[in-house]
């Protein structure tokens, strides 16, 4: 008789179970919007946006920050505040959204694929090493998910070579590396607010700096090459004296309603953080204890994690099977269709980045091949996205502890039932999943 639920046992959880949502909103947020609504200030530089950043940029604990339209549009405006431009080339990640990397390739610098560590996916600062040229200008430090690559090591790389940090925070608002909000750690940071993101408006995105000559820039960039009026003040900076409006640029900024939203997701935002840190700490000590499950590492100067998602990895010469067949079995079991997948593909082989599309990015042969994706060679990542990786979006940790115990429940009950999914090939299992999640 079958007992994995994908096979038509008996699920861990029943259909009625209800689970955490994403996102949240309140009242007060409600308050504040219809309030914006009845004003007659909806654009940018409104006072809620500059209170928001203001507050939002202390809670990191960096110096400077200002909103922007989304987290893609925020990387690209790093790297022009940086000057990064024509050919420069910038190290990313390659498990990462596609964003990071398509923003280089909008300034007309080279993306570099580096490959990641396999027990947190994020950077691997050898193969950072070995990557950089002459000709490298930046690095994009991705903190991916709710692991962190050696910061320290990485600020010590980007001193040696010369080299800007700029941090991609768009999954870890509020975390702490050595007490130091990520985001005040780079050169500049960008940060998103898409719907999915531990805070959130909808769409919505921001930069972080150091420098005020950054800040004035940043500005200036964001907003249709205008320079910094100092109306309202914020930050203590006045007008810049020595800045016309000679940035070349565009509208990438935010509306009064998002800054509402964000406003009031700040609020929230660390007793969410700390839920769901107390929450992912339990459910890897729970599944560190079922064979053939490995829990991502967590470098011991993180002072507080915060989690776009909760990933795991699976020992696959232990289990023999892959991510797709487990992720099915597991969601079944916890009645979550969709809720458990493999991590991000590869850069180098995303459907969704594909830089060659776009004829403008056609500066010239050289620079044509350069940007061509699938030069790359990332063994780590690809591994972890076609065999062994496995996330869940952050909101399965927004659930009470002793959901951690039945989340690690139905992962044993499929590890100790795990011949039987062995049974099932992964070309019909997609089949079979899709239609058990209708």
């Excluded at 949240?24 to 004003?39: G, P, R």
């Excluded at 996916?121 to 903190?143: G, M, Q």
């Amino acid at each position: 008789m079958a007992k994995l639920a994908l096979n038509g046992g008996k699920a861990v959880c029943g259909k009625k179970r209800t689970w955490a949502s994403w996102p949240i909103s309140d009242a007060k947020d409600a308050q504040l919007v219809a309030k914006i609504t009845k004003t007659n200030r909806w654009s940018y530089d409104g006072p809620v946006e500059w209170e928001f950043a203001e507050k939002f940029t202390a809670y990191q604990k960096a110096k400077y920050g200002l909103c922007c339209a989304n987290g893609t549009v925020g990387i690209q405006l790093a790297l022009e505040a940086l000057g990064i431009s024509a050919y420069d080339e910038v190290l990313v990640p390659v498990m990462t959204w596609q964003a990071t990397a398509a923003a280089c390739v909008d300034v007309n610098a080279v993306p570099v694929l580096v490959d990641i560590e396999p027990d947190t996916w994020n950077l691997d600062l050898d193969a950072v090493e070995a990557a950089i040229t002459p000709r490298t200008r930046a690095i994009i430090v991705v903190h991916l998910y709710g692991c962190m690559t050696d910061l320290t090591r990485l600020q010590k790389i980007c001193r040696k070579h010369k080299l800007f940090l700029i941090e991609d925070c768009a999954h870890q608002h509020g975390a702490f590396w050595k007490d130091k909000g990520v985001g005040s750690i780079g050169d500049v940071s960008s940060w998103s607010f898409q719907e999915s993101k531990v805070l959130s408006s909808g769409e919505g995105g921001f930069n972080m700096c150091k420098t005020k000559d950054l800040f004035y820039k940043l500005y200036s960039l964001r907003n249709c090459g205008r320079p910094y009026e100092a109306a309202p003040p914020v930050f203590g900076l006045n007008k810049p004296a020595n800045m016309t409006t000679t940035l070349q640029s565009g509208n990438y900024r935010l509306t009064e309603w998002q800054a509402a939203l964000l406003l009031g997701g700040l609020e929230r935002l660390d007793d969410q953080v700390k839920l769901r840190d107390s929450n992912a700490m339990f459910l890897n000590a729970l599944l560190e204890d079922i064979p053939g499950i490995l829990p991502m590492r967590r470098r011991t100067e993180v002072t507080q994690q915060s989690y776009f998602n909760f990933a795991f990895r699976l020992d696959t010469k232990e289990l023999k099977v892959n991510n797709l067949q487990f992720c099915a079995a597991l969601n079944t079991e916890l009645n979550m269709p969709d809720q458990f997948e493999p991590p991000y593909e590869p850069l180098n082989n995303c459907g969704l980045f594909k830089p060659r599309t776009k004829t403008r990015h056609n500066l010239s042969k050289a620079y044509w091949k350069a940007i061509d994706p699938s030069r790359f060679k990332t063994p780590v990542a690809k591994e972890a996205h076609e065999n062994s990786g496995v996330v869940a979006h952050h909101q399965i940790l927004m659930n009470r502890p002793e959901d951690m115990e039945l989340f690690a429940k139905a992962v044993k009950k499929v590890v100790d039932n795990i011949e039987e999914l062995r049974a099932i090939k992964p070309a019909a299992l997609r089949k079979k999943y899709q239609a058990l999640a209708r």
